[in-house]
């Protein structure tokens, strides 16, 4: 089956610009997680979704952050305003329903955002 | 609050050299724990897992063992290899769910030279 997948790979943008970045988890997985790594220190939970609800969204750092995920299949990240802070990698997860066998969160490759 | 503390980089390390990264948590109750690791250009890739005290992860020829005790986890390999190579994440969940967030520790990158 194909892994969970993120687009883009990697994006520059200006301090104030707008950027939104795409995940698509693995087929079924009704658990959605965002996650990122900025200037190389730990990977910080961002927020949780479960279908279409968002079970989660403790780790948000303000609301320049809006994630959402319509009809509880692929989900975006958008920032905006985008500030220098917001450099890093963004990783995003998926996972079986709790109740099924397999309960590993299957992380996508990650999308590099560089605010300039 | 829960977090994990790992031995900060880069490692540099001869091939065939043993491997110890260590790592320490923090947590509230009984949590489970990872180990991830980045290769380079890919994602992120569950090495070994523990769910309870004194279980033993193992893969690829690294093992780590839960220690409630000393609260570690701490990562070994052998005899390491030039593919080896990559960040490695230590990491914890500790809610009831199963699908309770993952707290990583801030990664330890590994190079091995031929």
């Known amino acids: 089956e194909a892994g969970v997948t993120q687009f883009p790979s990697h994006s520059v943008i200006e301090k104030g610009q707008t950027v939104t970045l795409r995940c698509d988890p693995i087929s079924g997985h009704d658990n959605l997680y965002w996650y990122r790594r900025v200037m190389g220190k730990e990977i910080k939970f961002l927020l949780h979704?479960?279908?279409?609800?968002?079970?989660?969204e403790s780790g948000m750092p303000n609301n320049r952050f809006l994630a959402e995920r319509t009809g509880g299949t692929y989900s975006t990240l958008k920032v905006q305003p985008a500030e220098l802070e917001d450099s890093g990698v963004y990783f995003c997860a998926s996972s079986r329903l709790a109740g099924e066998r397999s309960y590993e969160q299957y992380f996508g490759p990650g999308t590099r955002l560089t605010v300039t | 609050g829960n977090s994990v503390t790992q031995m900060e980089g880069p490692v540099t390390l001869s091939e065939e050299a043993f491997l110890t990264i260590n790592c320490t948590y923090t947590?509230?109750?009984?949590?489970?724990l990872f180990w991830y690791v980045q290769y380079p250009g890919e994602g992120l890739q569950l090495l070994l897992k523990a769910t309870k005290a004194d279980d033993k992860g193992s893969n690829k020829g690294f093992e780590a063992t839960y220690r409630k005790e000393t609260t570690s986890f701490h990562l070994e390999k052998g005899s390491v290899q030039v593919s080896d190579s990559a960040v490695y994440f230590c990491?914890?969940?500790?809610?009831?769910?199963?699908?309770?967030?993952?707290?990583f520790g801030s990664g330890t990158r590994l190079s091995i030279r031929p």
């Open positions: 990491a914890l969940r500790a809610g009831y769910s199963s699908a309770s967030k993952i707290i």
């Open positions: 979704f479960v279908k279409e609800s968002k079970q989660d």
């Open positions: 947590a509230t109750g009984y949590p489970s």
